[in-house]
């Protein structure tokens, strides 16, 4: 967090609707409105709220992927916490655009990975 500033989180969850189907996601809010924050850097935290699942650690693969241009630029300093249950990222949140990412998450007991695609939308200048 930084400093007197509000930190945005992001709840994720993960499920099965039957034993063998898919695993499915949903992340709460999305998008991710930053308009409700002042402009400036804020640290955007990822929480996994269901049990038996965790986000990949780096070595396999990421946990939050941003595929929009210029995300590179905007969102710096990824980390997963040691259980794997949290994720933060420092978002610049000064160029007023929209970010598309994937959340990955694992099954811990199969393995399985799953993915989501969101958006963030950052203040307008």
């Known amino acids: 967090m930084i400093r007197g500033r509000k930190s945005p989180v ?36 990822w929480r996994l709220d269901t049990k038996g699942f965790r986000f990949p650690f780096p ?12 995300a590179k630029e905007t969102f710096l300093d990824m980390k997963v916490s040691e259980c794997g249950r949290r994720v933060t990222v420092l978002d610049k949140n000064r160029d007023g ?10 099954e811990e007991e199969t393995k399985l990975r799953a993915f989501l695609d969101p958006v963030i939308g950052n203040n307008t200048p």
């Open 10 to 45: 992001v709840h994720v969850l993960a499920y099965r609707k039957r034993q063998g189907d898919d695993i499915q996601l949903t992340v709460t809010p999305d998008p991710l409105d930053m308009t409700q924050f002042p402009k400036g850097p804020h640290i955007i935290t």
């Open 59 to 70: 070595e396999e693969g990421p946990a939050i992927e941003f595929t929009s241009p210029g």
């Open 97 to 106: 655009l929209a970010f598309a990412y994937n959340v990955h998450v694992l």
